[in-house]
């Protein structure tokens, strides 16, 4: 399949952000103090690796037949059971400050799932193909997914002032 100049540039751009997703939560899930932090910033990453890889066949122009098992393998009935593995059944545990950090880490998470969710919204109305704009649609929803995981953790831990 042959993209379109903005096509191409869009999918640039979401890759680009796709990477910077994984790198914060790579980094993020060395930093955060709270084992369940870690776990769903690990998750996440993987996640988030299995969005870059559709964005690359994309990009390389092969358009990808969406299940659950692509763009990271979330569908909505796997993200409540995955999100188990991260979940804490008895608050948070670590030091005032230590939360403080990991509030800190789970806002701008929250804010960048925000922001990329947004992005994908946008772009997918750019593309041609109803395929391409599955694809991406699909993806987006994993982001919203994303959203609302961080979400839990800090309402579950009194993080969220929202």
Not at 59 to 86: H, L, N, R
Not at 94 to 104: I, N, T
Not at 139 to 144: D, L, S, T
Request: proline residues 1%; hydrophobic residues 25%.
């Amino acid at each position: 399949m042959t993209l379109s100049q903005k096509e191409s540039m869009l999918l640039q751009e979401l890759k680009t952000h796709e990477e910077l997703c994984i790198e914060k939560y790579d980094k993020y899930s060395q930093e955060a103090h709270d084992g369940c932090l870690k776990n769903l910033f690990t998750d996440l990453s993987r996640v988030e690796r299995g969005h870059l890889d559709t964005l690359n066949q994309m990009i390389g122009g092969t358009v990808p037949s969406m299940t659950a098992s692509q763009g990271g393998g979330q569908s909505s009935s796997s993200s409540s059971s995955s999100s188990q593995s991260w979940q804490s059944g008895g608050g948070y545990s670590g030091s005032a400050e230590q939360k403080q950090a990991d509030s800190y880490l789970c806002q701008d998470a929250l804010s960048n799932e925000k922001h990329v969710s947004s992005l994908y919204d946008t772009c997918i109305f750019e593309f041609k193909t109803t395929e391409m704009r599955d694809a991406l649609n699909h993806i987006q929803k994993e982001e919203q997914q994303h959203g609302e995981q961080i979400y839990q953790y800090m309402a579950q831990n009194g993080m969220y002032n929202g």
